[in-house]
């Protein structure tokens, strides 16, 4: 004898939770959009593999060989916490708003998306010394 309804009810559980992934993961990609778009870049930039990557290191005017640096283990790390420190100051933000973004990114990546920042452009000379 074969419990069914046990099956199902996982089977249901298992496509909320995939459902909901795809839903988060769909808010994300807005996000990004509009962080894009409010940088002056296509919003459909961040949909790109790479290319995303690219556009993010001319929004927060560093080198685009940078991208070469996140092919290396270890190096990607370094270099994705500089370019989110970046992508804060270019938008306005201190390091509070940083550090939000680096370990609360659920939380800071929609208020940047939504909020009232604008994209100023220019990282200040001091960030270039991290």
């Given amino acids: 004898m074969s419990n069914n309804s046990s099956f199902d ?13 795809f839903a988060i993961a769909a808010f994300y990609l807005y996000c990004a959009w509009r962080i894009f778009e409010k940088a002056g870049k296509p919003g459909w930039a961040a ?3 790479i290319f995303n990557t690219l556009a993010q290191l001319e929004i927060v005017q560093r080198p685009l060989w940078w ?7 270890g190096v990607n ?5 500089i370019i989110i420190f970046d ?3 270019v938008f306005g933000k201190e390091n509070g708003f940083a550090f939000g973004l680096l370990f609360l990114a ?3 990546v929609p208020i940047l998306a939504f909020g009232n920042a ?5 990282v200040s000379s001091e960030s270039s010394e991290f």
Wanted: zero cysteines; aromatic letters at 12%.
């Fill in 9 to 21: 009810i996982e089977g249901l559980l298992v496509f909320l939770i995939i459902l909901f992934s």
């Fill in 47 to 49: 949909l790109i593999p």
């Fill in 67 to 73: 991208v070469l640096l996140m092919f290396i283990p």
């Fill in 77 to 81: 790390l370094v270099i994705t916490i």
């Fill in 87 to 89: 992508l804060a100051k």
């Fill in 106 to 108: 659920p939380i800071f």
């Fill in 118 to 122: 604008t994209y100023q452009s220019r």
